[in-house]
């Protein structure tokens, strides 16, 4: 069996075959930092994260800022995305969610950019953090009351812990303006469309409409 079918086979397992691919570009691209940057002098690192003031000489970096992560905090978004992405990406199906993951990365890299241009201060943005607390966002209006293990032994409702991302991802750029804080959560906007727009945003996983009784009751006419 061929590298290009086990790697296929592998993202398309637990149908979120997006998520997988976010997860491992973003290991890979890592990798080459430390090997181009960090053994041979390069400055590899600079093709993917966004200085805002280069907004329209690189705007590629726009999308790939997320890919630039420093290690550990590479390893818990990787975890989180793996979770909390792989739910929302099953509920919604892959089309739907990589459209959520294009345009919270796009908005949240814009706002930073106009944000700079504005108070004429330019800054450097990298990191999954930022369109990853756009996804716990979504995820924890989708299912509020499902608990989350902070620190394997706080238990925290879903509602709550997508509250708690919000506040860590704004107080993380406060420090540098408030303009720069309110940027880092402006993907939470986009999630709250996707999530208010249709019936779980017409993914696999749809909630049934009508009366659950009468749905049951036609499921065992059918056996009989």
Do not use: C
């Not at 402006?186 to 659950?212: D, M, Q, S, V």
């Amino acid at each position: 069996m061929s590298y290009i079918v086990k790697l296929k086979r592998f993202l398309y397992q637990e149908f979120m075959p997006v998520n997988k691919g976010l997860i491992v570009l973003t290991i890979v691209i890592n990798i080459l930092i430390l090997i181009f940057d960090g053994l041979l002098g390069l400055n590899f690192r600079s093709l993917f994260l966004l200085r805002t003031a280069d907004m329209f000489t690189a705007p590629w970096t726009l999308i790939t800022f997320p890919l630039i992560n420093e290690p550990i905090s590479l390893i818990f978004a990787a975890i989180a995305l793996w979770f909390v992405g792989g739910s929302v990406e099953r509920t919604w199906g892959s089309k739907r969610y990589s459209w959520l993951v294009v345009l919270v990365t796009l908005t949240t890299g814009v706002v930073f950019s106009l944000v700079s241009m504005y108070l004429n201060k330019t800054i450097l943005i990298f990191g999954l953090w930022l369109p990853l607390t756009s996804i716990i966002w979504a995820w924890s209006r989708l299912f509020p009351y499902q608990e989350v293990l902070v620190w394997g032994i706080l238990p925290v409702k879903a509602v709550w812990f997508g509250w708690i991302a919000a506040a860590l991802a704004f107080f993380s750029y406060f420090d540098r303006g408030i303009l720069f804080g309110l940027a880092s959560i402006t993907g939470i906007g986009i999630a709250h469309l996707f999530i208010t727009k249709g019936n779980y945003g017409g993914g696999r996983y749809r909630r049934r409409e009508g009366n659950p009784r009468k749905v049951r009751t036609s499921r065992l006419r059918l056996i009989k």
